[in-house]
């Protein structure tokens, strides 16, 4: 195809197949510069009809308009890295080339963006598993260390001293394997948080396996999981096994707070907006902790957990999906990252989390999910 086309038509499938946004800007002195083309990967990032639009339709951030208007200036290359905001953040670096003006005077540049959110991430999930892990392992590795002195000293001899010592050290060493396997967890979900899953999951069935894997769970600590669906709600966007992972993270925490006797509420409902997913559910304090930027129309299945345990205190909810964080006088024994893994996995599906909750009334956490298209 391309030995056919001419020198013209070459270059122009060749860029439209490349995976890097491309535009070729101009400008001339004393008017702004403009979008004069885009290849098919800058169309899909900016969502808006490049040709003829003024640069800054499309690059907003002052630092990218400011280099490429100098670089028109004095047609010289030019280089800026930049941040776009949002839900997910993403990290790119432009890269502006001067070409030869145009007949009527006007300058033209090739602007190249290079995506760097997966080297960003890979170096900020490095720093953050070594801060954390450092941080949270120190406890426990000094209780060990402690433990293991005494056994070789004053306990050395002592039989009822040396099992008691091994049991709580056996305790520390599984909250430590605990502990990293959810570090690496969070920190994988981190990586890949930008990119949306594409499968399609059939959330009903997955709440019920879910409720089944944790049988063992529920006859030991004597709680009753109901759930509470009426017409089978659509499928919906998203990886399996982390939607897996955020309804047992919930519905796990669900089990510990609830009193022996107690029941865990699972409700499914199909809602046509956003704003209906966020709706309270029940009378209490309700805050939400991530909403996505899904535009107009778009449908969700909200998942709801309720459980029957003592509530959280209002100045608790913001940040009960920070990581390690735990309410005073609230200990499950859990890592404190179960709620950090349940809202990045959900943001990454660009999906909603929101927590209602008073003390004295139990808490309901309500994760919503975009229907898939298909089902929609």
């Not at 946004?21 to 400008?27: D, F, T």
């Not at 999930?125 to 941080?135: E, G, I, Y």
């Not at 520390?172 to 990293?180: I, K, P």
Request: glycine share 8%; net charge negative; charged share 25%.
């Amino acid at each position: 195809m391309i030995a056919r086309a001419g020198a013209g038509d070459a270059a122009q499938l060749i860029l439209e197949l490349l995976p890097e946004p491309v535009i070729l800007v101009r400008g001339g002195e004393g008017e702004p510069p403009e979008i004069a083309y885009g290849n098919q990967a800058a169309r899909e990032i900016f969502r808006i009809d490049l040709t003829g639009a003024p640069l800054g339709a499309a690059l907003r951030r002052p630092e990218v308009l400011e280099a490429i208007e100098q670089a028109l200036a004095t047609a010289e290359a030019a280089e800026v890295a930049f941040e776009t905001i949002g839900v997910q953040p993403r990290f790119w670096r432009a890269f502006a080339k001067p070409l030869d003006r145009e007949p009527d005077g006007r300058q033209r540049l090739v602007v190249v963006l290079r995506d760097e959110t997966d080297a960003r991430r890979t170096e900020r999930m490095r720093a953050d598993f070594l801060a954390n892990a450092s941080h949270e392992l120190r406890t426990p590795l000094a209780s060990l260390a402690g433990f293991v002195e005494t056994l070789r000293t004053h306990a050395k001899d002592d039989a009822q001293a040396r099992d008691k010592f091994l049991g709580i050290m056996a305790q520390q060493a599984t909250r430590m394997a605990r502990l990293v396997d959810d570090l690496l967890s969070l920190s994988r979900i981190e990586l890949n948080e930008h990119i949306a899953p594409s499968g399609k999951v059939d959330i009903a069935r997955t709440v019920q396996d879910v409720s089944d894997a944790l049988r063992p769970l529920t006859e030991e600590r004597d709680v009753s999981i109901t759930i509470c669906a009426g017409p089978p709600p659509p499928s919906v966007t998203g990886d399996r096994d982390q939607l897996v992972q955020v309804i047992q993270n919930l519905v796990d925490n669900a089990i510990k707070y609830t009193p022996k006797g107690g029941q865990v509420r699972i409700e499914l409902q199909h809602v046509t907006s956003s704003e209906a997913a966020r709706a309270p559910s029940r009378p209490g304090v309700g805050l939400s902790l991530l909403s996505p930027d899904g535009g107009d129309g778009q449908a969700y299945v909200v998942v709801r957990i309720t459980d029957a345990g003592p509530g959280i205190a209002r100045q608790h909810l913001p940040r009960l999906s920070e990581r390690f964080y735990r309410v005073e006088g609230q200990r499950s024994g859990g890592t404190g990252l179960g709620l950090a893994i349940v809202k990045h996995v959900v943001n990454r599906h660009r999906g909603g989390l929101v927590v209602e909750s008073a003390e004295g009334e139990g808490s309901t956490f309500s994760v919503y999910l975009p229907v898939a298209p298909q089902a929609a």
